[in-house]
């Protein structure tokens, strides 16, 4: 039965081709193109509003070199959105629960911005490693330190956003499943149960749409430690 419950994260295939590919590309479909004409749809006014007040947020702490990553900052988040809310209907698959996908996000863009401090800003980007005030015993155990955390970066932002989805997808097929096996024998406790299943899907929506936030909003923050 366990064995079962993890099947879902699977990656599905027909025809022995991997479908992660359709499920990657299907969420840019459904986005509403904008038109040239002056007035467009409430659908493409609140996409335009919200993206413009995300991008003024997530840009307003960066200094003018790191706003050209607004584009690309802003397109992840609403991909990264628009995947993990597809991924709570019935019968879809979510890839973001995939290691491999999150890792192949998180490493390159981390990546990029260290090589952008490096290149920029040499001195200060490794003045990072050693915080202002240090005493000299202390400086080759806090560069090892801060080393390490540096590389860890990119991990923790791939095994966040795989934890929390893989988490919350695994908790609602257990209680789901525990309400059909509750309802036969005492309805009651199945209807409670099916509440709590209720509110526990409003809640994964929400952490679908903050995890995604959490992912930009710390890649925002690494660009400005670089620019």
Same mark, same amino acid.
């Given at each position: 039965?366990?064995?079962?419950?993890?099947?879902?994260?699977?990656?599905?295939?027909?025809?022995?081709?991997?479908?992660?590919?359709?499920?990657?590309?299907?969420?840019?479909?459904?986005?509403?193109?904008?038109?040239?004409?002056?007035?467009?749809?409430?659908?493409?006014?609140?996409?335009?509003?919200?993206?413009?007040?995300?991008?003024?947020?997530?840009?307003?702490?960066?200094?003018?070199?790191?706003?050209?990553?607004?584009?690309?900052?802003?397109?992840?988040?609403?991909?990264?959105?628009?995947?993990?809310?597809?991924?709570?209907?019935?019968?879809?698959?979510?890839?973001?629960?995939?290691?491999?996908?999150?890792?192949?996000?998180?490493?390159?863009?981390?990546?990029?911005?260290?090589?952008?401090?490096?290149?920029?800003?040499?001195?200060?980007?490794?003045?990072?490693?050693?915080?202002?005030?240090?005493?000299?015993? /202390?400086?080759?155990? /806090?560069?090892?330190?801060?080393?390490?955390?540096?590389?860890?970066?990119?991990?923790?932002?791939?095994?966040?956003?795989?934890?929390?989805?893989?988490?919350?997808?695994?908790?609602?097929?257990?209680?789901?499943?525990?309400?059909?096996?509750?309802?036969?024998?005492?309805?009651?406790?199945?209807?409670?149960?099916?509440?709590?299943?209720?509110?526990?899907?409003?809640?994964?929506?929400?952490?679908?749409?903050?995890?995604?936030?959490?992912?930009?909003?710390?890649?925002?923050?690494?660009?400005?430690?670089?620019?």
């Amino acid at each position: 039965m366990m064995v079962s419950f993890f099947d879902q994260f699977a990656s599905p295939s027909f025809l022995g081709i991997p479908l992660i590919a359709i499920a990657i590309a299907l969420p840019w479909v459904l986005f509403p193109t904008p038109s040239s004409r002056w007035m467009n749809s409430r659908l493409t006014t609140i996409q335009a509003w919200f993206i413009n007040r995300f991008t003024n947020q997530l840009m307003m702490p960066l200094n003018i070199g790191g706003h050209k990553w607004a584009l690309m900052l802003t397109s992840l988040m609403v991909f990264l959105i628009t995947i993990n809310m597809l991924g709570l209907l019935p019968y879809t698959f979510t890839p973001t629960t995939q290691l491999s996908l999150n890792m192949g996000l998180a490493v390159p863009l981390w990546l990029a911005t260290v090589i952008i401090g490096m290149r920029n800003q040499p001195t200060v980007a490794l003045g990072h490693l050693l915080p202002e005030g240090t005493p000299i015993p /202390l400086i080759p155990v /806090l560069i090892i330190i801060e080393t390490i955390s540096l590389f860890i970066r990119p991990l923790a932002l791939g095994v966040r956003l795989t934890a929390n989805l893989t988490a919350g997808h695994l908790l609602i097929q257990l209680i789901a499943t525990a309400v059909f096996v509750l309802l036969p024998m005492m309805p009651t406790v199945a209807i409670l149960t099916a509440a709590v299943l209720f509110l526990l899907t409003l809640l994964e929506v929400a952490v679908a749409m903050i995890q995604a936030y959490v992912f930009v909003l710390l890649l925002s923050l690494y660009m400005q430690e670089n620019v």
